[in-house]
């Protein structure tokens, strides 16, 4: 693909089952990572559609989501919610086109986010499966946390984040109208686990990960 005209090089991808995922589990670290000047692509696998009425168009709610997070390119895939891990070879395949064939060639990936093994929600596994796959030549990649991880999940990896960075994930998540209602989206809950995050690393506020790869 040709080079956009921007001063990015280094490239940070966050992939996610479902609309909601990634900014629950590393929104306020990519706020941070585009305020130091880093290319974000987010990659979203399922529409999310059996986690809302028929009305909510969850993509749309994403979209505007990692959109005021500051993300540069956002890929909405439309793998059958609560069936992706059917779609495992697909959704690498499709991942690996994305990487390959519709990011700016300059960018130098050096990061990604996904979901976790250890994760009660099938998808989640499923996401974890298809993206370690097609990440296996980035350098670092980061499991992050989300209400759904069974409780052997225990970070190894902790982001600062600061006040500004931490409303900048609850204001993401904002958009996310369709799931308001739910616990693990309140703010209180929210920054409960940041500063129980925070107290584990010995900063105010943090998210948690943990390392399937890290090169330095």
């Known amino acids: ?57 969850r993509h749309n709610e994403a979209q505007a989501a990692l959109d005021y997070l500051g993300c540069h390119k956002v890929f909405l895939l439309d793998f059958e919610d609560t069936y992706a891990s059917n779609y495992i070879s697909e959704m690498t395949q499709s991942l690996i086109n994305i990487m390959t064939n519709q990011i700016p060639a300059d960018i130098d990936f050096v990061r990604a986010y996904t979901m976790s093994d250890s994760d009660r929600h099938q998808d989640h596994r499923a996401v974890y499966k298809a993206s370690i796959v097609a990440c296996r030549n980035i350098p670092q990649i980061l ?38 209602d739910r616990a693990y989206m309140q703010t209180s809950e929210l920054l409960t686990l940041a500063k129980f995050r925070g107290q584990q690393a010995g900063c105010e506020l943090c998210e948690g990960f943990t390392v399937y790869k890290m090169i330095l």
């Not at 609309?19 to 529409?47: F, H, N, Q, W």
């Not at 209400?147 to 998540?173: M, Q, Y």
Request: charged share 20%.
């Open 1 to 57: 693909m040709k080079a956009d005209n921007h001063p990015y090089k280094k490239g940070i991808l966050a992939f996610g089952a479902h609309p909601d995922d990634i900014e629950l589990g590393c929104g306020a670290s990519i706020s941070r990572l585009v305020s130091k000047g880093y290319y974000i692509i987010a990659i979203v696998m399922t529409t999310g559609s059996k986690g809302c009425n028929s009305i909510a168009d």
């Open 143 to 180: 499991i992050y946390e989300t209400p759904s991880n069974r409780l052997t999940f225990t970070p190894n990896v902790f982001e600062d984040i600061n006040t500004n960075e931490f409303n900048n994930k609850i204001k993401a998540l904002s958009f996310h109208s369709s799931q308001k």
